[in-house]
Structures are given as C-alpha cells and as structure tokens.
C-alpha cells in the first residue's frame, strides 16, 4: 500500500512537471521577447529582440511588450527575413528608443475589421493602422526593413475609387527628434509616409511603392497612395526618396515650415504637391520650402500647388465628411523648386487656387502665393502641350515669382509658355506669356 502511495505520488510531481515545462514553452512562443543589456560606451543599454509567432498570430501584444521594456534608453530588435503579422492597430509611445529594423511589418487585409477597428483620422476623414507618438527615436531598416501595409485588397475592392477606412500604415504624431533611414513603405492602403505634429525629423534613403495587381492596364486603382506628407510639420530633412505609386509623391500639406528635400525619383503618379491647402477654416500657411534634385518620370506635373477655394463650398466626397469646405487662409511663401527634370511627365507645373470650387468661385483664395522660385527645369515632356498655368486669386494675387533658366520642350519641340491669371501686374518673372 505504501509503495502504491509513493509511486502514485511520483507520477503526479512528474505530470506536474511536464505540464509546468509544457505550459513554460507555450508561454515563450507566445511572448517571442527576448530581453537582455548591451554595452554602449560604456553603459548597459536595454535590447528586446522581436521574433514573429508565426502561422498569421498577432505579433502586436510582443511588439508593444518590446516597446514598454526597452523604452527610455533600449534598443527594439526586428531580426532580417522575418515577418510580424499586424492585424490589430499600435499606438507605442516611446523615448529615446533605437530600432533595429531588419524585418517586415505585414498588415492584415481584413478589410472591414480596418474600417472599424483603425485610429480615426480628423485630416479628410481618414484613418491610421500604426501610429509613432514619442521623442528621440532612431529608426534604421538597413535597406532590408520596412513595411508592407497590405493595400492591394484595398485597391482592387476599391476599383479606383477610394473609399473611407483606408489606413495610413506610418503616421509620426506628436514627435519630435526623429531619425529614420534605409526604410520602405509597400502597399500602402493609404498615405505610406506621414508627419502630422512633428518637429526635428530627419529621413534618408526612403523607399514606397503602391502597384496594383488586379487594375486594368492603363487604369489607376492606386489612387490616394502619397508617397511622404507633412502637416503640422517644422523642419524636416527628406534625403533621398523613390517612389512608384498612382497620386502624390510628395504632398506638403497645412502648418509645414523649413522643410528641406533632396534628391527625390517620382514614377507615376500626380508629381511633387504642395497642398491641398485651405480646405479648412483655420490657417494654412506652407513656408520655407526646398525641393532640389528631382526627376518625375510618368507623373501628370513635375510641381503643382493645389489650393482650396475661398468660400465654403458644398462636398459630396467623404474626405470632406459631405460638409462644404474650404476658405481656409494663409500664405504660401518661400518655396524654391530647383533642379527639376521633368522628362517624362506631362505638365511642368500647375498652380491653382480654386479646388473643391467651381465656375463662380474662381479668384476667392483667401492664400497669398509669394516668393516662389523655379529654377534650372529641365526636360522632354510626354505631351504636345507645354502650358505653365497659373491661376491665383483676386483676393489676395500671386507676386514674386521667378523662373530662371527653364529649358523645357514637348515632344513637338514647344518651349514652356506661361497662362497666368489673377496674378499682381509683374509679378510673375521670367516666364513667356505672363
């Protein structure tokens, strides 16, 4: 009896055992963290190495795990060739966090739980799957790391038509001292690179692609797919950026000041963009701006500059949330485009201040355009036309702006010639027909 007794006993601190060893290994599969101290000159800095769970389970809790552990003073570890599966948005909060990103970020493409589920956006009434809030952050993806946010069920359910719920897959909000390089953004549903509340940033070698794999040919269903934004922005250092998508490679939006952009490749899409501006009443003022060394292959204008209207005008479109917009006011000032190779696109340049108006709204911009300088254009254009057109505003008329050594033709050899309307007498130089 007593033998039976302590046999019995052995088997179940043995099965104790096991089921603690088993339960041990599940628990360590599920976090996926690993966590130990690095020596950095001198003092330990905290490293939490992220290692995706695999067969599509959220990666998300052991991301946010790696955040909160090694925040203040660590480093966040996403080891190369591996993919974390995001189907849930992130919000982490940080400071002074180094990452390490050598993996890929996939976004799930459960299209209504994104509609639900993402961070709702005021801004045109869109949406953000991964949200960036903190300060002093270095981001390096080494060339190999980045994002792919999981946007081509979005393009084909959408035809071409962008729909609301569509998430941006990289918002910065609310940042400040921000390095980020060697990075891609593919796929985006939405905006792939996006500064809303941001100061101190610098960017180098960013890459973001969009491409459609269900779209006729020739038809754009990847729209709405900017490349780099920046609102509410102040000075910000994008050097080196490709993109290849179907609306803005780089849209200056409201509240940008001291921006500074190098050596920029745009196949496809809309152009380089500043604006929209003005769409809300409040101001919207976009000041000392550079943008050098760019070639914009395939795109429909090497520059533009889109401003709102300046009354409240009736919206049927969801990015206005249906409610008249515009009369939004400001200055556009200080804007220097130089260095631009416009082979390939079919406009050089388009300034208009009249968008979400119409007919009876022309010349209300309640936006001062003023010192903006075009310099060293050069190229063959994809169109028989070679219009520069210019529409400004009665209110407050466009003035100071020079063009200085423009050598563009079409393809029928027509040299750049200007249409410019509502602009101050003389105040648009260098430029034929105005």
Known sequence: MVSFLVILLMVLVVSRSCTAVAQESVDHFKERVQYYSED???????????????????????????????NNGGTVYFPENNIYWIPEPLNPIIHDVKIIWRGQWKFSEDLPYWRAAAYPIAFQNHAASFILTGSKIT?????????????????????????????MPFLFWNVTYVHVQDFYVNQPALWSVNIMNGTNMFFKNISTSAISSEAPSGVNWVQNTDGFNTMDARNITLDGFHYLGGDDCIAIKPRSYDIFINNVTCNSGNGIAIGSVAQYLEDNSVENVIIQNAKVPGTVYGV????????????????????????????????????????????????????????????TSKMQISEIYFTNFTGVLNSKTNAADFTCSNVYPCYDIFFTNTIVVSTTGATLKGSCAMAAPGGIHGLSGC
């Open 40 to 70: 950095f000159h001198g003092h330990k800095r905290p490293r939490c190495t992220v290692l995706p769970r695999g067969d599509r389970e959220s990666d998300v809790p052991n991301i946010l795990k790696a955040f909160k552990r090694c």
């Open 139 to 167: 981001i390096n993806g080494y060339g190999v790391g980045g994002i792919d946010g999981g946007g081509d069920s979005w393009y084909t359910a959408d035809k071409g038509k962008s729909t609301v719920g569509r998430p």
């Open 304 to 363: 533009y500059i889109k401003i709102w209207t300046g009354v409240l005008v009736p919206q049927t479109n969801y990015e206005s949330c249906c409610e008249p917009r515009g009369g939004g006011w400001g200055n556009v000032r200080n804007l220097t485009f130089a260095n631009i190779d416009v082979t390939g696109a079919k406009r050089a340049l388009w300034v208009g201040q009249n968008n979400g108006g119409n007919t009876s709204t022309i010349g």
